[in-house]
Each structure stands twice: as structure tokens, then as C-alpha cells.
């Protein structure tokens, strides 16, 4: 399932890095920097980096906000694959976050001999 998740949010940054370089032609810097932000956070997470993961998350919370932001609300049916797109990118680097987490050990049940 992890492994799924992965390939889920590589294939997220991918899609949502091409749509990003169609949307901004104007901004070549942005554009460039966010792709390479996505290149990075791709990377890292196909290698399970935890980096890759919040910065995937990262990638996801950014592009729903721009799209909220950016485009007509009219026209979200249209851009309603991207939002699913991104919301699903959020959703499934979060997923990894929280799974990758450190977890403390947990106490024995009981004790044989407490006093030793």
C-alpha cells in the first residue's frame, strides 16, 4: 500500500508539474522553480524520504490554493480533474507522512519482577 501511495503522489507531482508549466509561461522562474521543487519532492519520495513526503504535501496544498485562487469559480468544473489531481497529492503525501511517523514503544503489560 505504501509503495501505491507513492506511485500515486510521483504520478500527482508529474501531472501537476506539466500543468504548472502551461499555466505560467509568463513567470519562467516560478515556473521553473516549482518544477524543480516537483522534481525534487518526486525523488525523494519514490526513495521514501519522509522530505519527499511533506514536501509533496507541500506541492499539493499549493496548487489547491492556486487553483482556488487563480481561476474563475465558474470554471472549476472544468479544472475539476486538476483539483482531484491535487487533492489527491495532499491526501496521499499526508497519508505517507503519517504512516512514516515515529512511534514510541510501547510499555510491557506486565512485569515478571518489578523490583529488580
Known sequence: MKSFAQMIVVAC???LSWWQKDFHLQTELTTAGL???GIMAGVLTARSRRL???LAALLGLGYLLEIVWMVDRSN???LSPLLGW???LFVAASGLLWNSRER???E???ERHPEY
Open 104 to 106: 514510541s514503544k510501547p
Open 52 to 54: 519527499g513526503y511533506i
Open 108 to 110: 510491557p503489560a506486565y
Open 76 to 78: 472549476f468544473y472544468y
Open 35 to 37: 518544477i524543480l521543487f
Open 13 to 15: 507531482i508529474g501531472l
Open 86 to 88: 491535487a487533492a489527491g
